[in-house]
Nanobody, 123 residues
Framework: QGQLVESGGGLVQAGGSLRLSCACS????????MAWFHEAPGEERKFVAA???????YYGDSRKGRFTISRDIAENTVLLQMDNLKPEDTGVYYC?????????????????WGQGTQVTVSS
């Protein structure tokens, strides 16, 4: 089957940076579309960024210019570089994989999900 494992979360001050990593295994590594979603406390999970296997990227409006998604197919990882972090970026970040692709900001597009990694941004 395969799985996704996120890492890199932690506590950071506003204006700081973090780099999240998502390691895939098994058939999840063949996924056409990989993405990150964010779940703030008490809110629904929302789209952050996505990348296709050829390297096309998509970003949610609030993160454009601050976050960068990249994919290392040889290393079976997807990275999310987060710069100029804000307190509203606090929450759990989930990695997701879609084997066939689709509408990138819909959760239903994605077949596999990681367990999430906590990011806390202090003001």
């Amino acid at each position: 089957q395969g799985q996704l494992v996120e890492s890199g979360g932690g506590l950071v001050q506003a204006g700081g940076s973090l780099r999240l990593s998502c390691a895939c295994s098994g058939r999840t590594c063949d996924s056409f579309l990989m993405a990150w979603f964010h779940e703030a406390p008490g809110e629904e999970r929302k789209f952050v960024a996505a990348i296709t296997k050829p390297g096309t990227t998509y970003y949610g409006d609030s993160r454009k210019g601050r976050f960068t998604i990249s994919r290392d197919i040889a290393e079976n990882t997807v990275l999310l570089q987060m710069d100029n972090l804000k307190p509203e970026d606090t929450g759990v970040y989930y990695c997701a994989a879609s084997r066939r692709g689709g509408t990138f900001y819909f959760q239903s597009t994605f077949n596999d999900w990681g367990q999430g990694t906590q990011v806390t941004v202090s003001s």
